[in-house]
């Protein structure tokens, strides 16, 4: 990976409000700045890898269970990519310490891009199937008490809860 690439992923990592970004995003981001065109996404995970200014953690995979429709599980990654959540590993600068305060502004931020998606798709909610419309309003129920503890937890330590701009 040349200078100018590995320069923009560490800038890219040094102010993305995630601390841990998937690698694929990441890759997409340089790419579409005309950086890494020459690497395919295995190779820039293996370079990054290779680095020991980065570490990784593992991530989901939205296309898990459904290995039998591969079909259905190409478009399940792409409707989740675009709604801005990706499989497979994250990476973050080594560098970069996390404070409580980080963690709960990630949350909340994590939080509000569920409950937005959730709301997604409770709008575009199959009609006239009562077994879809029960599974999504027991989501959005649960998301909306995760959140409200997660806001309880903010309050009980006395900080300032992140404002809506802020997330």
């Known amino acids: ?20 970004v998937p690698v694929k995003k990441l890759w997409l981001m340089v790419q579409g700045e005309g950086l890494a065109l020459d690497l395919d996404l295995e190779t820039f995970h ?28 190409a478009e399940m990654e792409r409707e989740m990519e675009a709604l801005g959540f990706f499989s497979g590993p994250r990476v973050k600068l080594a560098s970069r310490e996390m404070t409580a305060e980080d963690v709960f502004a990630g949350m909340v931020r994590s939080l ?14 199959p009609e006239g199937d009562p077994e879809a ?35």
């Open 133 to 167: 419309e029960a599974m999504l309003q027991d989501a959005l129920d649960l998301a909306r008490q995760l959140e409200q503890e997660v806001q309880e937890m903010i309050e009980e330590r006395g900080e300032r809860p992140p404002q809506e701009d802020e997330v």
């Open 1 to 20: 990976m040349d200078a100018s690439t590995l320069d923009r992923v560490i800038e890219i990592l040094e102010t993305d409000p995630d601390f841990y």
């Open 46 to 73: 293996a370079r990054l890898a290779a680095d020991d200014r980065f570490e990784f953690i593992e991530g989901v995979d939205h296309t898990e269970g459904f290995e039998d429709d591969p079909e259905f599980a």
């Open 112 to 125: 509000a891009q569920l409950n937005a998606a959730l709301h997604g798709a409770w709008e575009s909610r």
